[in-house]
């Protein structure tokens, strides 16, 4: 089977190319490098069964060979990286979008959608489940990552129920683990790369907002599940790992794991930001029977270790 992704060269991207060669497609690859980096798949261009190209998919899509499944993962995901590019975020969850559900319309191909917890904004509903509509400001600054997320969905539902396109939307919950860049802005990233320069950590806000940490091996395993399973025709799945932590106690726990002497800072909230996060997996669980395996320490040392091993490089 041939399998397209877009934004492979991204942290989750490059994980899930590894994943699709190492039990058996052919993968064909899309990226366009703004937050993506030629490191996350330079191990995988001397594999016969990649293909990578260099392309912006907000452009119409040409590939010249039957494709099985179309995984649309290209847009950058960390609040910093978004807010540095609101227009692109915007376009690849919207002209993208419809570029690459084209491209399945006209491949016959199933189509996996990467969106977001982000689409639930500041919920009033705890934990969120699929079922849920969410509470989203339309025209605050990080809506245009969950408007676009939000528009994208729409756009996967349109192309369901008029072209009966099998597609599969996937709301991915917070995920960390090795490859995340260490200056992406994400909690995780710039936590543990403080806490190992022994530099203060900084907390926005009071640091009783939550979330909940998915390692990067698990959501891999969930969205192949999700991806060659038969009969999820429209179906859309939460992932992530349902062990909500506040993020005050989650600076404490890193810097306790990486016997720091950082001291914790608070900086002014952003505008915005989720008060609490947590998913309600029972759906993926009950249908799929997936659930996360890895702890947030053992997926925080395996973090730490990472950071710490390229941070000595730069
Ligand atoms: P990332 O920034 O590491 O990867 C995104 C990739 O998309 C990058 O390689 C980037 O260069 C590429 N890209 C962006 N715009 C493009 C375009 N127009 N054409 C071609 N390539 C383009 O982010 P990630 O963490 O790997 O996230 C991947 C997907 O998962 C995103 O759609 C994101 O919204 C979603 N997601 C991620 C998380 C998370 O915690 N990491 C949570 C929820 C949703
Ligand atoms: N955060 C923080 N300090 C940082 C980076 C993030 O306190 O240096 C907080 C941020 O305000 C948010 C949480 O950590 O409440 C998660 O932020 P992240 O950017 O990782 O993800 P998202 O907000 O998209 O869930």
Redesign the pocket.
């Given at each position: 089977m041939n399998i397209l992704i877009?934004?492979v060269?991204?942290?989750?991207?490059s994980y899930l190319a590894e994943k699709f060669l190492s039990e058996g497609f052919y993968v064909i690859g899309?990226?366009?490098?703004?937050?993506?980096k030629q490191e996350n798949i330079a191990h995988l261009l001397k594999n016969k069964n990649f293909h990578f190209i260099h392309?912006?998919?907000?452009n119409y899509i040409y590939i010249d060979k039957k494709i099985d499944i179309v995984l649309h993962?290209?847009?950058?995901?960390?609040p910093v990286?978004y807010l540095n590019y609101p227009i692109?975020t915007m376009?690849?969850n919207s002209l993208?979008t419809l570029n690459t559900l084209g491209f399945a319309k006209a491949k016959k191909a199933r189509y996996i959608f990467?969106s977001?917890?982000e689409i639930y904004g500041n919920p009033e509903k705890h934990p969120q489940s699929e079922d849920y509509f969410g509470n989203v400001n339309p025209v605050g600054i990080r809506s245009v990552y969950d408007e676009a997320k939000r528009f994208s969905e729409a756009m996967c539902m349109a192309y369901h129920r008029e072209h009966n396109i099998d597609i599969r939307i996937v709301r991915?919950?917070?995920?960390y683990g090795p490859r995340m860049r260490l200056n992406d802005g994400r909690v995780i990233p710039n936590f543990v790369y403080q806490a190992l320069k022994n530099e203060d950590i900084t907390i926005y806000g009071d640091g009783n907002q939550t979330r909940s940490f998915c390692y990067i091996d698990d959501l891999i395993e969930a969205i192949y599940k999700i991806s060659i399973t038969d009969n999820l025709n429209g179906e859309i799945f939460n992932v992530g790992n349902p062990q909500e932590i506040k993020i005050i106690d989650l600076a404490k726990k890193i810097i306790q794991l990486s016997n720091s002497k950082s001291k914790i800072v608070f900086k002014p909230p952003l505008e915005d930001d989720p008060k609490r996060r947590c998913p309600d997996i029972s759906k993926i669980k009950n249908k799929l029977n997936w659930e996360p395996k890895i702890s947030l320490d053992k997926g925080l040392k395996f973090t730490i270790d990472y950071i710490q091993k390229v941070a000595n490089y730069e």
């Open positions: 877009t934004g060269a991204g942290f989750i991207g899309l990226d366009n490098f703004l937050t993506g392309y912006n998919v907000v993962f290209a847009c950058p995901a960390s990286d692109q376009k690849v993208g990467a977001t917890s991915i919950f917070n995920t």
